[in-house]
């Protein structure tokens, strides 16, 4: 049991770290520094989203290159979205973006927003003067965000009237278990990093690989010469 709940804390904690690579490369391709990426992430996490879901999450919106200053107000319909769909946060807001970004209307439907981007997409045709047929992608997501937002002001304050439940606080639970197990798997991640155990481990297992194959190459009739060879050959192309 203590093992296991280590082995998840320490997993967690490598997936933020890497997420926290990630979003930053991602971020930086897109434009913003370092600091932008950051704030926005925090506000994130300031409004209920678990660390590892906001650095996901923040790496799609930048993907689909949506305005990273719609952020908070896309979290705040995630937290609305969450009581309708019987979620947390978390998961309402990776949801709502993988539907703006796949512009997957069904998604949307599972935690109670509902949009016609065909509507949008026509409106925001209007607005620039194009047909719909001439709008770019980057035009069109911003079309899905605009709807999606519209749609939010329907479920204004479902989070507020929720909060003093028993089912939102015990939903809530998940996302904070979730930080806490990976805060405390940052633990062991540093002392990897520090002793660099988990190269020392990898030598080993490749180390390991080798003898099995220079035994099974012996069982087959081949000398260490032959291997040796092939081996050769192999680095070599």
Avoid: C
């Amino acid at each position: 049991k203590i093992k296991d709940a280590a082995l998840h804390a320490f997993n967690l904690a490598a997936q933020y770290e890497t997420l926290g690579v990630v979003v930053q490369q991602v971020g930086k391709v897109s434009g913003y520094s370092a600091v932008e990426i950051d704030k926005n992430v925090s506000a994130l996490w300031r409004m209920g989203i678990a660390g590892i879901e906001a650095r996901k999450t923040m790496t799609q919106l930048l993907q689909a290159q949506v305005d990273i200053t719609k952020t908070p107000a896309l979290a705040r319909i995630a937290q609305n979205a969450a009581v309708i769909g019987g979620t947390n946060s978390s998961e309402a807001l990776e949801r709502l973006v993988h539907g703006i970004q796949s512009a997957q209307t069904d998604v949307l439907r599972t935690i109670g927003i509902s949009v016609n981007f065909e509507q949008a997409y026509a409106k925001m045709a209007k607005q620039l003067g194009k047909t719909t047929d001439e709008l770019a992608e980057q035009e069109k997501v911003q079309a899905r965000v605009n709807a999606v937002m519209e749609a939010g002001e329907r479920i204004a304050g479902a989070y507020e009237a929720a909060m003093g439940t028993v089912g939102k606080q015990l939903g809530s639970l998940s996302r904070i278990h979730k930080d806490l197990a990976t805060d405390i798997g940052a633990l062991f991640t540093s002392v990897a990093t520090a002793t660099g155990v988990i190269d020392l481990y990898s030598k080993a297992i490749q180390g390991l690989n080798g003898l099995a194959l220079i035994s099974q190459g012996l069982a087959n009739g081949l000398s260490f010469d032959d291997m040796l060879s092939a081996a050769q050959k192999g680095e070599e192309a």
